[in-house]
């Protein structure tokens, strides 16, 4: 299996700070790359795909680069309700899998 | 507006069974691949097994291959997941979650989870 890497697993920030994750994958995934928020209790949610691509309705502020084994994704002057879990995936071949996950909180 | 509502989690006893379903609404439900995906206390995300649109073709993560079962029922729009010799380990919230169409690799609408716990 294709195991993730994600850094920092946790993040401390301030409002208006630009916020930078880092995911790593242990083999080439091209851009089979996605970025999810999670909120305690609710439903996770798909943010970048493809490793850059926005999802539908997603503020700007979100941004993610990146191909083969390293990318990168941020959130540009985060705001309160950024406060969250982020994961990213890797798609490129079964079993997809997971990061650990970046907590950030303010 | 895309709906999924996961159902069916409770408590558990070691060695035990429990099926967990998910409802969806809002989408041609036979038009799209499903996953489960879980989540273990105080842990990460976990994929565990994803069912093509019509049913025919499933696939597992390699730890629960045969003990967990996931199945559709596109007549009535429900997506299940048979769990089977439930130990500890498989304490954790099961999230339905929608495989995207077009681009294909990702998992683009989520339900909200239902609790499983494994425990005398």
């Known amino acids: 299996d294709i195991q993730m890497t994600q850094s920092p697993s946790y993040l401390s920030a301030s409002i208006g700070d630009r916020v930078t994750i880092t995911c790593q994958a242990s083999q080439d995934v091209m851009k089979y790359l996605n970025w999810y928020q999670h909120k305690p209790g609710e439903a996770p949610k798909l943010l970048i795909y493809?490793?850059?691509n926005l999802q539908t309705g997603v503020p700007s502020r979100f941004s993610g680069t990146g191909s083969g084994t390293d990318f990168t994704f941020t959130i540009d002057s985060l705001q309160t309700e950024d406060i969250a879990t982020y994961y990213c995936q890797q798609y490129d071949r079964l079993p997809n899998t997971f990061g650990q996950g970046t907590k950030l909180d303010i | 507006q895309v709906h999924l509502v996961e159902s069916g989690g409770g408590l558990v006893q070691p060695g035990g069974s429990l099926t967990v379903s998910c409802a969806v609404s809002g989408f041609t439900f036979n038009a799209y691949a499903m996953h489960w995906v879980r989540q273990a206390p105080g842990k990460g995300l976990e994929w565990v097994a994803v069912i093509s649109y019509d049913g025919t073709s499933e696939n597992y993560a390699g730890s629960l291959k045969g003990r967990f079962t996931i199945s559709r029922d596109n007549s009535n729009n429900v997506l299940y997941l048979r769990m089977t010799s439930l130990g500890s380990d498989d304490t954790a919230t099961y999230f339905c979650a929608r495989h995207m169409k077009g681009y294909g690799r990702a998992l683009d609408y989520w339900g909200q989870g239902t609790l499983v716990v494994v425990s005398s």
């Open positions: 493809g490793a850059s």
